[in-house]
């Protein structure tokens, strides 16, 4: 693909641009910027990948990914607002996410340990543990304070933070692994997902992409459920005292 054509892409953003002048939206900055940023980002990220890809030195491998997970757990954190030291927490759940996932692909010598396999097969473990994340958060600061009387009465009657916040530490879980499941439910009747479609583009047969694609889903079926499992178990402490009081 030539830089021209990419100029002629920035039309399916003018679209958006459009819809959103018409309709009073105020996106149309937010679109902007967006467009530059994943432009750039992307960009520059595709020279950093082609001088790792060029070295296979593990070193730049292993930096690249740290910072990976740095950035999605910062991102992440804007979802943890009003959460004390949530940073550490989504530190630790997309680092074992990653870990454990990454680690059972080599271990089971399913992938090569070469950095063209586990860049951006991290990256897709990572971003998805990041989306995961952010969605237990984001539920399990909902559910504490929706279910605040029903809590207080548990506490009240001897309950721990652990057994009242139950209920409410399963629905952020559910609701962060409820995406992904949907996804394999519908995956090559609703979409064809992007590793797929840019496998065949690249010139892979379409059986050997769907082979990869399946593999892509089943390792992000655990990376995403351990995030928000971790996530969840060191989140609702953080909405409690160390006697048993809940602190919204």
């Known amino acids: 693909m030539t830089y021209f054509s990419l100029l002629l892409a920035l039309s399916f953003v003018l679209v958006a641009v459009i819809i959103s002048f018409k309709e009073n939206l105020g996106l149309e900055r937010d679109l902007l910027i967006g467009t530059v940023r994943a432009f750039v980002q992307l960009m520059v990220v595709g020279y950093v990948l082609e001088f790792i890809f060029a070295l296979e030195k593990w070193p730049y491998i292993v930096a690249m990914l740290v910072f990976m997970v740095l950035v999605a757990a910062r991102n992440a954190e804007k979802r943890g607002r009003g959460i004390r030291n949530v940073f550490p927490i989504l530190l630790l759940a997309i680092g074992a996410g990653e870990l454990v996932t990454m680690g059972m692909l080599l271990g089971l010598r399913i ?42 009465v548990l ?87 160390e006697r048993h009081q809940l602190v919204l």
């Not at 991290?122 to 958060?137: D, E, K, Q, R």
């Not at 892979?204 to 655990?222: D, G, H, N, R, S």
């Open 155 to 241: 506490l009240g009657l001897g309950a721990t933070a652990r057994q009242a916040s139950g209920t409410s530490l399963q629905a952020a879980v559910k609701s962060a692994m409820i995406p992904t499941i949907d996804s394999m439910k519908t995956v090559g009747l609703v979409q064809l997902p992007g590793m797929m479609t840019g496998l065949i583009i690249g010139g892979a047969t379409p059986v050997e992409a769907v082979k990869y694609q399946i593999l892509v889903l089943f390792m992000l079926t655990t990376a995403v459920s351990l995030t928000a499992m971790t996530v969840g178990f060191f989140a609702y402490r953080k909405f409690f005292t």
């Open 111 to 152: 992938i090569p340990f070469q950095p063209q396999y586990v860049i951006p097969i991290s990256g897709m473990i990572i971003g998805n543990s990041m989306v995961a994340s952010a969605l237990t958060l984001n539920r399990i600061k909902a559910e504490l304070e929706n279910r605040r009387e029903e809590i207080q």
